[in-house]
């Protein structure tokens, strides 16, 4: 215990950076940061395939002699010459101090210099770094005491939009147990829900309407998202688990949105936003929908604000907000959404992260952390929600060890708290939603 009153044991001796390959073969930064006390913090950071316009730069090499140009030897280069020389000997335990000194290296609002998969890399390692030193859970040390709820993930099962081989032009049909008297049982559900939906598409389309897509939901034939509905549905009931879900809707609109008409492509056909809004009215009237993410482009706020007054249900920015203070205050001011998904790498780095939740807290906005959906490396994002007292999660499909690991880090941290789950109301307007809370027995 000694070693913890000496402050040079927190302090960085050393910053290793590393190309290494993600889990779909494409390479990706990994850092240690090692404190002269011989701790080790490793982190990475992942990148999104449907990347909004607004996230920061993921820094390539753009050099097609190696990795056809997707190397990562810059960012490499950039944490090992730019980086280390301003880090070594701070402690681990500032982390902001530690953010900001790289913010301010980079100097750009999208971190385009050093890149936002390298500085994120090295705020991750830090922050493991501190919680190793300090033997601590990284969300007991980002959360402290008051960290005790459990996050309700929204379970990705269908898959749709352009990197999907279905004509469904939304990005994920998802689920969300609506009760359940403890975390590993809202899991549970979940998987048995998705294990039939299996068995359901390869009843009403055949076996390749059940295999999983890039994002590990299925991708059967279909285009309408309410046949991806129904099907959903019938999965519940054929589980056992009728009336025990509600469903949540990433319509990603921003690929299906052509500019130049201003009108979205939906369907075969080109609609107008309108159109759309309608349509997501109807969703509510006939489906127990709960939330919608990215209902419309990431340029429209006054569309989202005007779901947002009109519909009951939780309207959630990604791509809208990019995970970024200033674009966070101005949907705030315009009443845009009352939701945002946190992904920590369209940032840059963690205190900045943190700094967006605590602003949509304060504001009633629902924070739901998440990964990116062909998650290929594993981020501290389970410990990060259960740091912020988040009340739902995005952690993708219950497919490859990436995706699962949030769900199992969840089952061990509800193990250590001894958390039960009191009760889930059913949605009603989002501020009167009694939020899935889990709490101290
Ligand atoms: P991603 O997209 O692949 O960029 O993470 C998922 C999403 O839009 O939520
Ligand atoms: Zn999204």
Redesign the pocket.
């Known amino acids: 215990m000694s070693l913890l009153r000496d402050e040079e044991y927190f302090k960085i001796a050393e910053v290793k950076a590393r190309e290494i390959l993600d889990s779909k073969g494409i390479p990706m930064v990994e850092v240690d940061v090692v404190t002269n006390g011989g701790v080790l913090g490793r982190a990475g950071a992942p990148c ?4 909004g316009k607004y996230e920061a730069v993921t820094l390539r090499d753009n050099d097609s002699s190696r990795y056809l140009g997707l190397g990562v030897l810059k960012a490499i280069t950039n944490i090992q010459n730019v980086i280390a020389p301003k880090i070594i000997g701070k402690d681990v335990r500032m982390q902001r101090q530690i953010d900001k000194i790289m913010i301010h290296l980079d100097g750009t609002e999208r971190k385009a210099n050093l890149g936002g998969n390298t500085t994120l890399s090295v705020s991750y390692a830090v922050a493991e770094a501190a919680a190793n030193a300090l033997r601590l859970p990284l969300y007991r040390y980002i959360g402290g005491v008051n960290a005790h709820i459990l996050p309700l993930p929204m379970f990705n099962i269908i898959n749709g939009g352009p990197y999907s081989v279905t004509d469904l032009d939304f ?2 049909f998802m689920i969300m147990p609506k009760s359940a008297k403890s975390f590993s049982e809202v899991l549970r559900i979940s998987v048995e829900v998705y294990h039939e939906l299996k068995k359901v598409l390869k009843k009403h389309y055949g076996k390749k309407g059940s295999t999983p897509g890039h994002a590990g939901g299925y991708s059967p034939p279909i285009s309408d998202p309410m046949e991806a509905f129904d099907r959903i549905l019938e999965a519940v009931d054929e589980a056992g688990h009728t009336g025990k879900i509600v469903l949540c809707l ?1 319509c ?1 609109a921003s690929h299906i949105y052509d500019k130049k008409e201003g009108k979205y492509v939906f369907m075969g056909k080109k609609v107008t936003r309108e159109f759309l809004m309608d349509f997501y009215e109807d969703l509510t009237k006939t489906y127990p929908l709960f939330l919608l993410e990215d209902p419309l482009h990431e340029d429209d706020f006054e569309g989202h604000a005007e779901l947002t007054r009109d519909l009951t249900i939780l309207i959630v920015g ?1 791509d809208l907000f990019a995970t970024n203070l200033k674009r966070l205050e101005k949907g705030v001011k315009m009443g845009a959404a009352n939701g945002i ?1 946190l992904k920590p790498n369209q940032i840059g780095t963690l205190s900045e992260a943190i700094d967006v939740a605590q602003f949509a807290m304060e504001n009633k906005y629902a924070v739901i952390p ?1 990964i ?3 998650s290929r490396y594993i981020e501290p994002l389970a410990d990060i929600s259960v740091a912020l007292n988040c009340k739902y999660c995005k952690f993708g499909a219950p497919t490859t060890g990436e995706r699962t690991y949030h769900y199992n880090r969840l089952l061990q941290i509800e193990e250590e708290l001894g958390l039960s789950l009191i009760h889930i109301s059913e949605p009603t307007r989002p501020l009167y939603i009694s939020y899935a809370v889990f709490c101290l027995k």
């Not at 999104?48 to 990347?51: D, K, L, Q, Y």
């Open positions: 999104g395939i449907s990347a990005q994920e990433d990603a990604d998904i998440s990116r959906s062909c």
